[in-house]
């Protein structure tokens, strides 16, 4: 049986692992308190608003009881509103506040610094066909 190091979905998992423990590292010393999963569901809910928890659970990778803590941290730090919604009390509706879009335009810089830190010494052509492989690997596995 080959060695974990030859795998290559092992090296997915410790790359994905590697990049967001410094992606966090860069937000925490730019002085924002907020992890990268909140940060995600800030950033989809700006780009999908009125989005459900489920189909912003979906978004973002996570479980729906994982969503809500998050969600409840958020309103916590007044980056999220959570309101009933209008045609269904069970449910409740995310809207960020002004300081979720405050916090968002500060973190821009923060991603893009540790982004292209992560891609450093990768050509444009590189990350290309990584990306279709990544496709195919999700393809053939869905």
Same mark, same amino acid.
């Given at each position: ?11 997915? %998992?410790? +790359?994905?692992?590697?990049?967001? =423990?410094?992606?966090?590292?860069? $937000?925490?010393?730019? /002085? #924002? ?6 940060? #995600?569901? !800030?950033? *989809?809910?700006? %780009?999908?608003?009125? $989005?459900?928890?489920?189909?912003? +659970? ?35 509706? #995310? ?5 979720? #879009?405050?916090?968002?335009?500060? !973190? ?8 292209? +830190? /992560? ?5 444009? =052509? ?7 492989? !990544? ?5 053939? *596995? =869905?």
């Amino acid at each position: 049986m080959e060695d974990l190091k030859d795998i290559i979905y092992y090296s997915l %998992e410790k +790359a994905i692992k590697s990049y967001r =423990q410094f992606a966090q590292r860069q $937000i925490s010393q730019a /002085g #924002l308190d907020i992890t990268i999963d909140q940060w #995600l569901i !800030l950033k *989809t809910l700006q %780009e999908n608003p009125g $989005i459900s928890q489920n189909e912003l +659970a979906a978004s973002v990778f996570k479980d729906v009881a994982s969503i809500t803590r998050m969600a409840e941290l958020l309103v916590k730090k007044g980056y999220l509103k959570r309101d009933f919604h209008p045609t269904d009390r069970r449910r409740f509706e #995310l809207t960020i506040t002004a300081e979720g #879009l405050g916090t968002i335009n500060r !973190l821009k810089p923060v991603v893009k610094s540790y982004r292209n +830190a /992560g891609l450093k010494g990768i050509s444009v =052509q590189e990350v290309a066909q990584l990306n279709q492989t !990544l496709k195919k690997i999700i393809d053939n *596995t =869905q």
